[in-house]
């Protein structure tokens, strides 16, 4: 059932333009000034309250699905809230904007795109901004497509339709909490840590297997079992080793600023089919439902 959702799931997400409605930013958003009215989660509260809240959702989504769902209609809720968690509308519009720039030959608007994606970072790393963080366009976009693709999949797999929720949920709490300076950003932004911890490694696996796998590995293993460092950073060290320029591409980038971004998103898409084939063949063996 799994594979079947996450194969009709990407397949649709591929095919249509999502509005707003089949995004889960508006659902987060809604959800997060419920608890603010009902002053279940503020800027005085516990890490607790923070933890406790982004667990409930799920919880309950569970529940129903254990004692009011039957399969088919599992099969049929855990796809829909798939579909609503994975991707990001914004995210594709940007890495549009930022190829037509790149082809007209806009630097400045190629950097004003690269510091529009921004990334929530800790106090002392990062201000949010792209140029601060000293990172490129596609390392930001593999970032990101890891957020909204790689790591909603593998909490998928691992835990169904709660665990993408959960996640989701969780990353979209911690970006609002960062842009917002929230006295909670440092706990939630603990709780990512711990949600990335694992998956960040495995999609980078997956990452030095569909790349180069040689020049890769070496610095996989050298952050495999690292915990002082973030999931960010494991992801873009790792992807940049394992889908380095070629002396041609690198001359090309030169002159167009999308050859880069276009090369790891290449190997972020060769990833998520990597990450299909090992559900496929884990789903075969009967370890997946």
Known sequence: MMLMSLLLVLSLERLITKDSHW?????????????????????????????????????????IEYWLLGAFLTFIEQSLVLFICVGCPALRATYKCFLN???????????????????CGTPNESDGTATTEGKSFGQHLTWLNYQHYAAVMLWFIAFGAPGA???SLSRSTTEAMCGKNHPLKESAGRLMFALDYIPVRITAFGMLM????????????????????????????????AEMLTP??????????????????????????????????????????
């Not at 419920?34 to 409930?56: F, G, H």
């Not at 720039?101 to 990334?119: E, I, K, P, V």
């Not at 898409?269 to 439902?289: E, H, P, Y």
């Open 210 to 241: 569909m790349g180069h796998f040689s020049r890769a590995l070496p610095e996989w293993l050298k952050h495999a079992l690292q915990f002082d460092i973030s999931a960010y950073d494991v992801l873009t060290k790792i992807s940049s080793k």
């Open 101 to 119: 720039a790149a082809d007209r030959g806009d630097l400045q608007a190629c950097s004003m795109y690269t510091d529009q994606l921004g990334h």
């Open 165 to 167: 929720l959960f996640y």
């Open 23 to 63: 995004h889960i930013e508006t659902y987060a958003t809604k959800y997060r000034q419920l608890l603010v009215n009902n002053k279940w989660l503020t800027e005085d509260s516990s890490s607790a309250y923070l933890y406790v809240s982004m667990l409930l959702p799920p919880i309950i989504l569970g529940v």
């Open 248 to 289: 041609e591409e690198r001359e090309a980038q030169a002159k167009n600023a999308a050859v880069e971004p276009k090369v790891l998103v290449k190997l972020a898409k060769r990833n998520v089919i990597f990450l299909l084939v090992i559900t496929s063949a884990l789903t075969l063996i009967g370890s997946l439902a």
